[in-house]
């Protein structure tokens, strides 16, 4: 699931969805993807704490002020004036210093994650930040207190997901050979016609959902990965053991989007099987087919009798990109 520290949580439900100004710092909670960056130890009332700033935020401020980002063949302490001077914005609206002995680190393991951004500019360059072990009070000296009726105004932040209808396996050949008109047979996660459907929330992790008329959405199963859900009911194929396999017959798992639904994100931290919530979004007027997360085509939903099929409408593979 979204990982989010306890230091964040009330930031979540104060902060608007567009974020906030204060002073030179945009503060907002979003998702972060997986990246690398460059860490900082600052040092706020003899506590320190983390920032880490994106990888090609510091390199593109390096290479503008002295023409490298190469931290090995810059001055330690140039390199700290560098440092200080880029940070500047969020060390003066906190009362933070930097830390002179702890050098700059790579940080190349962020997780993919929901956390507080905070953003700010200096000559056209953009900064982008994320801070790990807050020192007390940290945060509350940028933003000060903020009142209860800001809490009541700006809701948690809303975050949409893909609803898939169902997927099926198709070899390379396969779909090398598919044109407009055709039509592909779907193995369907649930019943369909009473809201069966799979949702993929952040972190990559899948849940079996029911939705309701009511505009409610059960949870009934999560898992790790799709490959278990698809070989739910439909055993996904397998190499029958032979030495050799041709390139055409290999195997592609797609997806068929429905639609989108919208949850809040504060309902999701502590989510688990049988939790019932409200949710909105719409479904689209065609089914959107993905392939590792990428769109391949669009087509039109149609039912014969138990059995459902998409008629291509739009497809974007090429014998090329096949």
């Given at each position: 699931?979204?990982?989010?520290?306890?230091?964040?949580?009330?930031?979540?439900?104060?902060?608007?969805?567009?974020?906030?100004?204060?002073?030179?710092?945009?503060?907002?909670?979003?998702?972060?993807?997986?990246?690398?960056?460059?860490?900082?130890?600052?040092?706020?009332?003899?506590?320190?704490?983390?920032?880490?700033?994106?990888?090609?935020?510091?390199?593109?401020?390096?290479?503008?002020?002295?023409?490298?980002?190469?931290?090995?063949?810059?001055?330690?302490?140039?390199?700290?004036?560098?440092?200080?001077?880029?940070?500047?914005?969020?060390?003066?609206?906190?009362?933070?210093?930097?830390?002179?002995?702890?050098?700059?680190?790579?940080?190349?393991?962020?997780?993919?994650?929901?956390?507080?951004?905070?953003?700010?500019?200096?000559?056209?360059?953009?900064?982008?930040?994320?801070?790990?072990?807050?020192?007390?009070?940290?945060?509350?000296?940028?933003?000060?207190?903020?009142?209860?009726?800001?809490?009541?105004?700006?809701?948690?932040?809303?975050?949409?997901?893909?609803?898939?209808?169902?997927?099926?396996?198709?070899?390379?050949?396969?779909?090398?050979?598919?044109?407009?008109?055709?039509?592909?047979?779907i193995h369907c996660f649930g019943d369909i016609r009473i809201g069966?459907?799979?949702?993929?929330?952040?972190?990559?992790?899948?849940?079996?959902?029911?939705?309701?008329?009511?505009?409610?959405?059960?949870?009934?199963?999560?898992?790790?990965?799709?490959?278990?859900?698809?070989?739910?009911?439909?055993?996904?194929?397998?190499?029958?053991?032979?030495?050799?396999?041709?390139?055409?017959?290999?195997?592609?798992?797609?997806?068929?989007?429905?639609?989108?639904?919208?949850?809040?994100?504060?309902?999701?931290?502590?989510?688990?099987?049988?939790?019932?919530?409200?949710?909105?979004?719409?479904?689209?007027?065609?089914?959107?087919?993905?392939?590792?997360?990428?769109?391949?085509?669009?087509?039109?939903?149609?039912?014969?009798?138990?059995?459902?099929?998409?008629?291509?409408?739009?497809?974007?593979?090429?014998?090329?990109?096949v």
């Amino acid at each position: 699931m979204l990982r989010l520290t306890n230091e964040e949580l009330p930031w979540m439900d104060i902060l608007p969805p567009e974020g906030a100004t204060i002073g030179e710092l945009t503060l907002r909670m979003q998702e972060y993807p997986v990246q690398e960056g460059v860490l900082f130890t600052i040092n706020y009332n003899n506590e320190l704490g983390r920032v880490w700033i994106a990888e090609q935020c510091w390199q593109r401020w390096c290479e503008g002020l002295i023409g490298t980002a190469n931290r090995s063949v810059i001055d330690p302490e140039l390199l700290y004036g560098i440092a200080e001077w880029g940070l500047a914005p969020l060390l003066q609206a906190s009362d933070a210093t930097l830390d002179q002995n702890e050098p700059p680190t790579v940080c190349s393991n962020v997780p993919h994650q929901l956390t507080l951004n905070i953003k700010w500019m200096i000559e056209e360059h953009e900064f982008h930040s994320i801070i790990f072990k807050w020192p007390t009070a940290f945060l509350r000296n940028i933003v000060g207190e903020l009142s209860a009726e800001s809490q009541q105004i700006y809701p948690a932040l809303p975050l949409e997901v893909p609803v898939y209808l169902g997927w099926c396996q198709l070899t390379l050949a396969e779909l090398e050979s598919i044109e407009i008109g055709m039509g592909i047979r779907i193995h369907c996660f649930g019943d369909i016609r009473i809201g069966g459907f799979v949702i993929q929330l952040p972190g990559r992790i899948y849940a079996r959902v029911l939705l309701t008329a009511d505009n409610m959405m059960k949870f009934d199963e999560l898992v790790q990965d799709i490959e278990t859900l698809l070989a739910q009911g439909h055993p996904i194929s397998k190499s029958d053991g032979a030495f050799s396999v041709e390139l055409e017959q290999l195997t592609q798992s797609l997806l068929f989007e429905i639609g989108r639904a919208s949850v809040e994100i504060g309902q999701l931290r502590q989510l688990k099987s049988g939790d019932v919530l409200p949710v909105g979004g719409c479904f689209a007027p065609e089914v959107t087919i993905r392939a590792n997360d990428r769109i391949i085509g669009q087509g039109e939903l149609i039912a014969c009798e138990n059995e459902f099929m998409v008629r291509i409408t739009r497809w974007y593979l090429s014998k090329n990109t096949v």
